[in-house]
């Protein structure tokens, strides 16, 4: 069907269902062992409430923002995901093309099926990437890899640190759709900054972490990083408020270090019944409200609708993140699938916008919401 029919994420990702490979599909649709972060991730929306105000002039609503200081058109940014290309040929490229008009973030994973140099190439002036790295058991890996990215500074303005899957979870999908011998990547694995290929068995996943290192702490792996870059870091995969006050404590102690974190479970696919987002932005407004204040918290997870993005605003995230639906735009229809995608996600945050009564991101807080339904879980 033509892409101006579809009119929201899930008609988007039933079109990119039949249009993909099974194996593409297994494994983005996969997650942990029975999904129910990633059922969760979605349903937590449902339960949150808007309190919409009247009698305000919203004739002309904006989601222009700034994120780590930069000027970007939307807090709706793309997750890093690996494998575009399993989707379509247009792959991160074409991922970075799609939203282009709507001036949003991109954040490209370390298991990227393109170069960074071959996505950037697609990328709009002034447009804000970051790189997400797994650091590699073999460091120099890595290092070299985020010596590529330093040269790509008018694209690259942050190395997000994925901390929430030192192994990948059990996805059961995509190691049942066991076809792991098909990968293709453009750039060869060492070049990506990713140790060889593990040998057989195992779906995407598994393989494509193998030589992920496992041993990363906050004594050791912040100092090594600060050593090979001086781009802000981004911690992704924050789940507890415990943790948030720790990397602002660190923040604080290292001015210049971390400039962010993601409240992330990965989409479902590290543990399975980790917190979705929400409810690690709900503990953290209880027990460190203070971390807002010093380091930026975007949040990704579950994503449907406009609305969803604007509550986590209100709650307090500066950016929320979406994996599979840029995924699912691409498998539908190339760069257009993705611009169709993000089409429809800024027109139903602009509505929420209005309906709620808000010309601006800034405005939007948690007079706007009523999270009972969620705090009595
Ligand atoms: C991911 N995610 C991910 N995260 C990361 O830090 N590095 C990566 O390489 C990948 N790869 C990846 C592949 C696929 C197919 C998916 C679906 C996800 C996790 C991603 O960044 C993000 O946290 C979730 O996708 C957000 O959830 P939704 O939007 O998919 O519900």
């Known amino acids: 069907p033509p892409l101006h029919t579809l009119l929201n994420l899930d008609e988007i990702e039933a079109v ?4 993909v490979s099974k194996k593409c599909w297994a494994y983005y649709f996969s997650a942990g062992d029975d999904l129910f972060s990633k059922y969760y991730n979605g349903a937590v929306f449902r339960n949150i409430l808007l309190r919409p105000r009247v009698f305000v002039d919203c004739t002309a609503a904006t989601t222009v923002t700034t994120l780590l200081g930069h000027k970007v058109g939307t807090p709706l940014y793309v997750s890093p995901a690996a494998m575009a290309r399993l989707a379509h040929p247009d792959g991160e490229a074409g991922i970075a093309k799609g939203i282009s008009r709507f001036g949003a973030m991109q954040l490209v994973s370390n298991n990227a099926s393109q170069t960074p140099e071959q996505i950037v190439a697609e990328a709009a002036p002034g447009a804000v990437f970051g790189w997400q790295l797994y650091v590699q058991t073999t460091r120099a890996k890595s290092e070299a890899m985020l010596a590529r990215i330093n040269k790509l500074r008018d694209h690259f303005k942050c190395i997000v640190l994925t901390l929430d899957a030192p192994v990948p979870g059990k996805r059961e999908h995509d190691e049942k759709s066991n076809l792991e011998s098909q990968i293709t990547v453009d750039s060869a694995s060492n070049e990506k900054g990713t140790d060889e290929k593990k040998p057989g068995g195992g779906g995407v996943g598994q393989q494509l972490f193998w030589g992920t290192a496992a041993d990363l702490t906050w004594e050791t792996t912040l100092p090594w990083l600060a050593q090979h870059t001086d781009l802000p870091i981004v911690l992704k995969g924050v789940q507890t408020h415990e943790d948030a006050y720790l990397a602002a404590q660190y923040a604080r102690k290292h001015p210049g270090s971390i400039g962010a974190i993601i409240l992330s479970n990965h989409g479902g696919r590290a543990l399975d019944t980790a917190p979705p987002a929400v409810h690690t932005l709900l503990e953290m407004r209880k027990y460190c409200p203070e971390v807002f204040d010093t380091i ?22 500066k950016a929320v993140g979406v994996g599979r639906a840029a995924l699912w735009g691409l498998g539908a229809g190339g760069w257009k699938g993705v611009d169709r995608t993000f089409e429809i996600l800024q027109g139903e945050m602009d509505t929420c916008m209005k309906l709620l009564g808000v010309k601006e991101v800034s405005e939007l807080g948690p007079r706007f919401i009523n999270s009972r339904m969620v705090e009595r879980d």
Do not use: N, S, Y
């Open 16 to 19: 990119a269902r039949t249009q």
């Open 296 to 317: 930026e918290v975007w949040i990704d997870g579950g994503i449907r609708r406009g609305t969803d993005v604007i509550k986590a605003l209100c709650l307090g995230a």
